[in-house]
């Protein structure tokens, strides 16, 4: 069984910066995916970012594009979401996911979830 763990949630002003890490642990397979996905209230899961375990390929939403990364530590076993130029709008949780989905940002499609991360941006 894999287990997942967000940390490095918080509060933080429009235009500033906030990284998420997402410990992974447990058996993972060579094509396991983990992804990044977002709930605001009374709002769907949205996806975020995905990164390839093995090659460290990387996918965004384009809400995200240029503004977000997404990284993965092989060695920590730990995948971070390096998030700059914060807008109001990105307040949500945050959840990391893993699995080995055909599409990334299919969130059905991931097997193991964390407990989800808090941000909140103010403007």
């Known amino acids: 069984q894999v287990h997942l763990v967000e940390s490095g949630g918080g509060l933080v002003q429009a235009g500033e910066s906030l990284r998420l890490s997402c410990a992974v642990s447990g058996r993972t397979i060579s094509s396991y995916a983990v992804g990044w996905f977002r709930q605001a209230p009374g709002k769907e899961r949205d996806f975020v970012a995905a990164?390839?375990?093995?090659?460290?390929?990387?996918t965004y939403a384009d809400s995200v594009q240029g503004r977000f990364t997404i990284s993965r530590d092989n060695a920590k076993n730990t995948v971070y979401l390096e998030m700059k130029s914060l807008e109001p709008e990105d307040t949500a949780v945050y959840y990391c996911a893993g699995g080995d989905p055909n599409w990334y940002s299919d969130y059905e499609a991931y097997d193991d979830w964390g407990q989800g991360a808090q941000v909140t941006v103010s403007s």
């Open positions: 990164v390839n375990w093995s090659d460290g390929f990387a």
